[in-house]
């Protein structure tokens, strides 16, 4: 990653139905964080104008995304488990980016892209079935009615994903939070590109083995929070 690639953030404008409603800056970064995010960030930043295959150190198969990748520890995981596919990761939350810069720095990974802003900004300007998979992990769960907009997973996000997952490709949903799973669940499977690859309880129960164990995943047990784990592919 040689080349600063572009600036940070903010490419496309997105409608005001579709404001992002987390948080962008959490506590005060350190030196440490502050330095990667200025010197670190524009190395690994996505550029949404350039293709993907030249801003990969090398021109990777497969290229997953995941959208809102809090501090990155499932993201930094699944990159440095699969070094020849290709990681984009979109975070708002700026101390989140920095967390996940740090795990880039020190698990030298070279195979991550990062969008340090809404996802929804991004996502208009990658090409048809550019993606192998996509992840949406633990999401916000936006539990009351009224705030039901604000959900990341809806009609619209599952008409983007359809466009950007390659036939057999996967959507993987995770979440421990009761009213996350029915939204997810629903929103997925209302969309006929997608199938649901469960054949039995165990295969939404149990944390598939290619899905790295991160500290949230940990705590969400010992807290009786029961994570559940949807796979979808996406049909031909
Ligand atoms: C509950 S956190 C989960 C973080 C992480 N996936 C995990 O498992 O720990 C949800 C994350 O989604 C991010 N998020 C929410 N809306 C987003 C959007 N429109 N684009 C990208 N990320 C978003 C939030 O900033 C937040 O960090």
């Not at 090398?58 to 699969?82: M, N, Q, R, S, T």
């Not at 129960?205 to 929070?225: F, G, L, Q, V, W």
Request: with cysteine.
């Amino acid at each position: 990653m040689a080349e600063p690639r572009g600036g940070i953030g903010g490419a496309g404008q997105v409608p005001v139905e579709q404001r992002f409603y987390g948080r962008r800056k959490g506590r005060p970064l350190g030196k440490t964080l502050q330095r990667l995010l200025v010197e670190t960030l524009p190395l690994f930043h996505l550029d949404p104008d350039v293709s993907l295959a030249d801003q990969f150190e090398h021109d990777p198969g497969d290229v997953f995304l995941e959208i809102g990748f809090g501090g990155g520890e499932h993201l930094a995981g699944l990159a440095l488990a699969k070094p020849d596919a290709g990681f984009i990761g979109a975070e708002p939350f700026i101390n989140g980016v920095a967390t996940m810069l740090r795990h880039i720095n020190e698990q030298d990974l070279k195979n991550v892209l990062l969008w340090d802003d809404d996802v929804r900004q991004v996502l208009p300007k990658l090409p048809d079935c550019c993606l192998a998979g996509a992840y949406i992990m633990f999401p916000d769960p936006w539990p009351k009615r009224r705030h039901a907009a604000r959900r990341i997973l809806n009609p619209a996000m599952m008409e983007t994903l359809a466009r950007l997952i390659r036939p057999k490709g996967m959507l993987m949903l995770a979440s421990d939070d009761p009213t996350a799973k029915g939204w997810l669940l629903q929103a997925a499977t209302a969309h006929p590109a997608f199938s649901w690859t469960a054949r039995c309880p165990d295969d939404w129960r149990n944390r598939p083995t290619d899905i790295p164990e991160t500290r949230y995943m940990r705590k969400a047990h010992s807290e009786a929070r029961t994570p559940s784990w949807f796979r979808f592919e996406r049909m031909c």
